[in-house]
Each structure stands twice: as structure tokens, then as C-alpha cells.
């Protein structure tokens, strides 16, 4: 399966940027995640801690920090936005950010 990620005007992968930010622990558990879309595909989000937010807007929980995402396609997962788990649920400007990424691209 193909992931991407985020990236700015400028190019700036903001998806890595946020996660190499935190600390070693958390930056194993985004490599492990990565590496077990791009080896299983779907299957994979089956086994990993994930959930709707809305639409085909998804989320993984990854210890405090959830990746938002949207699949497009037989073989293509974007990885939109990332971010601290603030409350029990995504806070809405996260949210709309997401949404506003994944739109600019066709993807919603």
C-alpha cells in the first residue's frame, strides 16, 4: 500500500516533522505503524487502534497522538494531519484542518 504524507506549500512533511518531534518511544510506534500498512494494506487497519471521525475521514491512535487519514483508491492511504490527543475525542479545529487538507487534494 502507498502512504503519504502531508506535506506543506513549501514541501515541508508535516506528518514527519510532527512525530520526529516526540519523543523515541513515540517515533517507534509511527515507524511500526508505517511499516505494517506498507507490508498488510488494508488488513492492517483492522489490528491497528483506529477510528471514523467523519466520512472517509479516519483517525490512529497512537499512544497520545492520532494520525488523521483518508484512504483514496485500491492501494492508497494519505496520511492528512497529526496531532496530541487533547480530550477523549479529536478537538474540532483538528478536525476541520483535516478536513480542509483533505479536500484541497480531491480526497473528500
Do not use: P
Not at 504524507?5 to 520526529?20: M, P, Q, V
Not at 492528512?80 to 480531491?106: D, F, V, Y
Amino acid at each position: 500500500m502507498n502512504i503519504y504524507e502531508w506535506c506543506s506549500a513549501g514541501g515541508k512533511n508535516l506528518i514527519e516533522e510532527y512525530f520526529f518531534g516526540l519523543s523515541q518511544y513515540e517515533q517507534t510506534e509511527y515507524r511500526k505503524v508505517r511499516e505494517v500498512i506498507d507490508r498488510d494494506g488494508y488488513a492492517a487497519f483492522e489490528r491497528l487502534n483506529t477510528r471514523q471521525i467523519r466520512g472517509k475521514l479516519w483517525e490512529i491512535k497512537i499512544s497520545n497522538n492520532r494520525i488523521m487519514y483518508v484512504i483514496a483508491g485500491s492501494d492508497s492511504v494519505y496520511f492528512i494531519h497529526a496531532c496530541k490527543k487533547q480530550k477523549g475525542k479529536a478537538e474540532k479545529h483538528e478536525i476541520e484542518k483535516a478536513i480542509n487538507r483533505a479536500k484541497s487534494e480531491g480526497l473528500i
